[in-house]
């Protein structure tokens, strides 16, 4: 079973808008973290947002948030005031709990084109 | 401070050779991951090293891929008899230690096997 799952392949959002990157995740470990991670075509991940399953409060990194939603098993990514820099793939990825050597599992990407 | 750097950045090899792909990931950094990203596979899991224990390599797509960690620092990964399916982007990441939750990544290698 697909563990996190990006819905939406592809997206565009009209520069200084806000867009949301859809990110579902499933999993019975009661410790784990989130992470969303940018690609620009250079091919280097970047890392952009953390949030731990015990966070109380949804993960904010200058424009970027995260919007999490535990019971929904849900972990949107919100970039506000969009920038053509932003145009990049955007993975959302799960580290679960101890004994699993924390290894990132990634989903599919959601590919974001800012039009000018 | 530097970040995670891989050598080389770019390889073409023949069906059937050996390469070997280096990381160095950040300075004090002690757990070290590699990764795969192809576009059939997405991006997927190959090996974890955390200071002298041993590895985790569940992920080792088989056992032509091999990986050692010399020094608890720079780490080799090398793929004996290369076949065509073995074409991807090659990733590394180090994280602080295996709690600390960010792991950073390195450039990567792209790999293709002719």
């Known amino acids: 079973a697909q563990k996190i799952t990006q819905t939406q392949p592809g997206m565009f959002v009209q520069e200084k808008e806000a867009v949301t990157l859809d990110c579902t995740y499933d999993t019975s470990d009661p410790s784990y973290g989130l992470f969303w991670y940018k690609q620009p075509s250079s091919g280097e991940m970047i890392f952009l947002i953390y949030q731990g399953s015990y966070d109380q409060q949804n993960a904010t990194e200058g424009r970027y948030s995260l919007n999490f939603q535990k019971a929904r098993k849900s972990a949107n990514l919100v970039i506000s005031a969009s920038q053509l820099g932003d145009s990049a793939m955007y993975f959302c990825a799960m580290r679960e709990g101890r004994g699993s050597s924390y290894k990132l599992i990634f989903g599919s990407g959601t590919r974001l084109l800012v039009r000018p | ?114």
């Open chain 2, 1 to 114: 401070g530097a970040g995670v750097s891989q050598s080389p950045s770019n390889k073409v090899t023949e069906k059937g050779k050996d390469v070997e792909l280096r990381c160095d990931p950040i300075s004090g950094h002690t757990a070290l991951y590699w990764y795969r990203q192809s576009l059939g596979q997405g991006l997927e899991f190959l090996i974890y090293f955390q200071g002298n224990s041993a590895p985790d390599k569940s992920g080792l797509p088989s056992d032509r891929f091999s990986a050692e960690r010399t020094g608890g620092s720079v780490s080799t990964l090398t793929i004996q008899r290369t076949q065509q399916e073995d074409s991807a982007v090659y990733l590394c990441a180090s994280s602080l230690a295996p709690m600390q939750e960010t792991q950073y990544f390195g450039p990567g290698t792209r790999l293709l096997v002719l």
